[in-house]
Nanobody, 120 residues
């Protein structure tokens, strides 16, 4: 059907940067909004940033000015550039996409998650 595969997580010191990528593949007719969520241990999954097919973006207040979401429609890929990372950014980051399949079925899809750890 449809798969989302993330990459780019890792361990970084506070103040450092990481870039996450998420590539969608499979029976895709159209990708609508794409985004990133994160979940820290013992906490709920929260929105980090989203980007529409028209490239309108939305950010959580906690990451505004530090994170940038972008997408390459030709590659069915969404990116999250994370700068000035803080220990509180430590979480598993999940890619999310609203996709219309080739069967014209609309659904939300999730990646497997990638760990981001920021040391102080």
């Amino acid at each position: 059907q449809v798969q989302l595969v993330e990459s780019g997580g890792g361990l970084v010191q506070a103040g450092g940067s990481l870039r996450l990528s998420c590539a969608a593949s499979g029976r895709i007719f159209r990708i609508n909004t794409m985004g990133w969520y994160r979940q820290a241990p013992g906490k709920q999954r929260d929105l980090v940033a989203t980007i529409t097919s028209g490239r309108t973006t939305q950010y959580a207040d906690s990451v505004k000015g530090r994170f940038t979401v972008s997408r390459d429609n030709a590659k069915n890929t969404v990116y999250l550039q994370m700068n000035s990372l803080k220990p509180e950014d430590t979480a598993v980051y999940y890619c999310n996409a609203a996709i219309t399949t080739t069967s014209l079925y609309d659904d939300m899809y999730w990646g497997q998650g990638t760990q981001v750890t920021v040391s102080s």
